[in-house]
C-alpha cells in the first residue's frame, strides 16, 4: 500500500495525477496533496453556472474538472486535501464507500481532542459545521474517494468565487451558507500550522491505521505521464468548461440527492440532443444514458420504456422514476 505527499500545489498537474494513480496503479493509495487557489467542479457539473465568473476572472484563478461527483469547491492553500484509491467492493454502495474512506480522518481528528462526524451523503460536519466534502470515482474494479479538509482556509475567497445558486438554498436563507462551514484550526485546543497538520495525518494515519503503507516516490516515466495528461486534458478550455449549454428545453431542480440540470434540444416530438449536469453521484458515465435518449420520441411512455431497461440510480444514485421523469417537462 502506497502512500504521497505530492508537493506540487498546480491543480491542473494534481488532478491530472490523481487520475494517473487511479487508472494506472494496481496498489492501493493513500495520498495528502494541496492546490494553490483554484475553484474544483464535478464531473458533471455546468462550470459556468457554479463560478463566479467575474471574481475568477479578475483573480486568475483556475477552474478544473475532476473525475469525480458532487460540487464545486474552492481550494487554497489552507486546504488539505485527501485520497483513497482502493479495490472496490462490489456490494458497497456509495454511502458504505463515504463511510469507510472518512474513518481514517474522523479518527485521527479525534485523536486531536476534535469530535466530528460524517453527515448526510458526503459531508463531515464538526457542531454541524462543515469542514470536509467527498467525492467519489469508478473506473473498472478501482475506487477513488478524495475530500477537502478545511484547516486555515480563506472564507471569504471561498464565498466569493463560487457562485450562489438560488437552487442550493431551498429552505435556507443564503447569506447563512459561510456560518456552515469552519476551519479545523478553529476547533484544536494548541495552535499548528497546515504543514504540521499534514505531518500528523501523514503519521497517524500510516503508522496507526494499520495496512503496512509505503511511501511512494514518482519515477521520471510518472512524471512524463502525468505532465502528458495535464497537457493533454487537464489544462483544456475544452474539458474544464465543455460547451456552454444553449438548449431549447432547460430545467433544474434540486432534489434532495442532489442538484440536477437538464437541457435538451427537442424537434417535432423528437429529442435532439440531451445533456445532464449537476452535483449528483454516479456509478456509469451519464454520457451513456443521454445517447439512450437521443431519437427517443418526447412523451412520458417512451421516455418509461427506455428507463425499464436500466437501473436509474447507476446514473444519478438515489433518484426515483418520477424524480426522472418530472425533469422532462416544466
Known amino acids: 500500500m502506497y502512500y504521497i505527499l505530492d508537493n506540487s500545489t498546480d491543480p491542473q498537474w494534481n488532478l491530472a495525477a490523481e487520475e ?15 492546490n494553490a487557489p483554484s475553484i474544483i ?3 458533471h457539473q455546468n462550470a459556468y453556472a457554479e463560478i463566479n465568473i467575474d471574481y475568477v476572472r479578475n483573480n486568475n484563478i483556475p477552474v478544473v474538472r475532476r473525475l469525480s461527483g458532487g460540487g464545486a469547491v474552492f481550494h487554497d492553500l489552507g486546504n488539505v486535501n485527501f485520497t483513497f484509491i482502493d479495490n472496490r467492493n462490489a456490494s458497497e454502495e456509495t454511502s458504505q464507500m463515504f463511510a469507510r ?24 460536519v464538526i457542531d454541524d459545521r462543515k469542514f470536509s466534502g467527498n467525492a467519489v470515482a469508478l473506473y473498472k474494479n478501482r475506487v477513488l474517494q478524495h475530500g477537502t479538509l478545511l484547516f486555515s482556509a480563506s472564507m471569504t475567497n471561498l464565498s466569493q468565487a463560487l457562485a450562489n445558486r438560488p437552487e442550493n438554498f431551498v429552505g435556507k436563507a443564503v447569506q447563512s451558507n ?20 499534514i505531518l500528523f495525518l501523514e503519521k497517524y494515519i500510516t503508522e496507526k491505521m494499520g495496512g503496512n503503507y509505503q511511501m511512494y516516490s514518482y519515477t521520471s516515466e510518472d512524471l512524463k505521464n502525468i505532465s502528458k495528461l495535464k497537457l493533454e486534458k487537464y489544462s483544456l478550455d475544452s474539458w474544464n468548461f465543455g460547451l456552454s449549454p444553449a438548449y431549447g428545453y432547460s430545467k433544474v431542480t434540486r432534489f434532495n440527492w442532489g442538484l440536477m440540470e437538464l ?14 449536469y449537476g452535483n449528483y453521484f454516479f456509478m456509469k458515465e451519464t454520457s451513456l444514458l443521454e445517447r439512450m435518449f437521443v431519437g427517443c420520441l418526447h412523451s412520458p411512455e417512451s421516455l418509461k420504456e427506455i428507463i425499464k431497461t436500466i437501473n436509474l440510480s447507476d446514473y444519478f444514485v438515489n433518484i426515483t422514476e418520477e424524480e426522472f421523469l418530472s425533469m422532462f417537462w416544466q
Open 20 to 34: 494517473y494513480l487511479f487508472k494506472r496503479f494496481d496498489q492501493p493509495v493513500f495520498r495528502l496533496w494541496r
Open 263 to 276: 437541457y435538451m434540444q427537442v424537434e417535432k416530438g423528437v429529442i435532439k440532443d440531451i445533456r445532464f
Open 178 to 197: 459561510r456560518a456552515r462551514v469552519t476551519n479545523i484550526s478553529e476547533h484544536l485546543s494548541q495552535k499548528m500550522d497546515v504543514e504540521s497538520f
Open 101 to 124: 474512506f472518512t474513518k481514517p480522518i474522523l479518527d485521527a481528528l479525534g485523536e486531536l481532542g476534535i469530535e466530528a462526524c460524517l453527515k448526510g451523503r458526503n459531508d463531515l
Open 41 to 43: 467542479i464535478g464531473l
